[in-house]
């Protein structure tokens, strides 16, 4: 069997872990669950296959019992970052590429975490959207400030991202700036009056959408997509990647990479597919892996490994809230990619170096070559 420890891992997709004192207000459980309910979180999570074996994986590391209580017992004991540093080099990053749009105000900053690896940026768009809505009046200062956002990016920002999938599903109209400014109108008095700035309207999601891959088109800048599942703010119907075609289809935007997140689950051989025949198209394994099974994550990896191309699959943990997941996530990618390219040898779909080249190529490569990174 394949082992692929000596491999470092380029996260291409994750998030900036909580402050502190932050976490007074935050149960661990919840990092093991796209649910959000009292319920799930303090009743039901802790009977999750990913869950168990997330407890047995690091006590393993960590040296103690497989429960939350010893954990949060070793967490007061040793530390905040020198626990956090001590599973980040167990997971083994040569890069981290973060999503600093999920809780922006409770996270550590993205500069922070290159204590723990080279760190860059992503533009989740819907964030941008909502910073602008209180900082611009008209809808024309929108349009140019949004615009302005993602043209004059810092140098630390590597790709763009889109949750739309979550706010009004992957199923995109045609830009109309005339249906959007009058969303953003209503939006914008509804925040005046103490309303949240969440930009969830149809019309003004899609002209940020199309925005944004024009001008990620002009300069080659690769887009990240939420597709498949994630938390009951979305609606999975909407989530499934093949709603992206007329996006896909635009020739003009092709220059853009389109990374589509989560494998897609459970529409991975979806994803498959449109890795296979859109040039412009990666697949990412994060989520699925590690928050399957791990009969659920081998069989997502052999999907995706179906059709796609090697070069052009990703692996990614969607860690986030507290370092436990990146190493849960680190470990059980190489973990099952390991299984899934040996069966591709043992089957006769590879020789054992390509095997090899493919996981390197998965694990990290892939991502550098994409986002340019300076490694």
């Known amino acids: 069997m394949l082992q692929l420890d000596h491999l470092t891992i380029v996260d291409h997709h994750a998030h900036n872990l909580l402050r502190p004192e932050a976490l007074n207000d935050f149960s661990l459980a919840a990092a093991f669950t796209e649910g959000y309910d009292t319920a799930i979180v303090t009743r039901h999570v802790q009977h999750t296959l990913f869950f168990q074996r997330s407890m047995r994986q690091l006590a393993d590391l960590l040296g103690c019992d497989p429960s939350l209580e010893a954990l949060q017992s070793l967490r007061d004991q040793l530390g905040y970052e020198p626990l956090a540093q001590r599973l980040f080099d167990a ?20 500069a922070w975490h290159e204590r723990f690896a080279p760190t860059f940026r992503l533009i989740r768009i819907e964030h941008l959207g909502a910073q602008l809505l209180t900082q611009t009046s008209t809808w024309s200062q929108f349009m140019d400030a949004f615009r302005a956002g993602l043209e004059q990016h810092d140098p630390a920002v590597v790709g763009f991202k889109s949750i739309v999938a979550y706010r009004s599903g992957l199923r995109l ?70 709603h992206l075609r007329p996006l896909l289809e635009r020739a003009d935007l092709r220059p853009a990479p389109v990374i589509l997140l989560h494998a897609g689950y459970p529409f991975t051989r979806e994803l498959g597919y449109l890795a296979a ?20 994550m081998e069989a997502v ?32 990618g190489r973990e ?33 070559a994409l986002y340019r990174l300076p490694l």
């Open 91 to 110: 997971g083994g990053f040569a890069a981290l590429i973060l999503d600093d749009g999920f809780m922006p105000d409770r996270i550590m900053p993205t």
């Open 173 to 242: 109209a045609p830009a109309d700036p005339s249906a959007a400014g009058q969303a953003f109108a209503r939006l914008r008095e509804a925040v005046a009056h103490g309303a949240p700035a969440r930009i969830a309207t149809k019309p003004l999601n899609d002209w940020l959408v199309w925005t944004m891959m024009e001008i990620a088109a002009r300069e080659a800048i690769p887009v990240q997509f939420h597709t498949g599942f994630g938390d009951p703010d979305l609606d999975l119907r909407e989530a499934n990647p093949l």
């Open 277 to 296: 025949v859109y040039p412009n198209v990666y697949l990412d394994l994060g989520l699925a892996v590690p928050y399957l099974s791990r009969a659920g």
């Open 301 to 332: 990896v052999s999907a995706a490994l179906e059709l796609a191309p090697i070069s052009k699959i990703l692996f990614s943990t969607d860690a986030h809230l507290i370092p436990e997941t990146f190493y849960v996530g680190a470990r059980c």
């Open 336 to 368: 099952v990619l390991a299984a899934m390219l040996t069966r591709c040898v043992t089957d006769g779909d590879l020789t054992l170096a390509e095997a090899e080249a493919a996981a390197l190529a998965i694990l990290r490569q892939n991502a550098i």
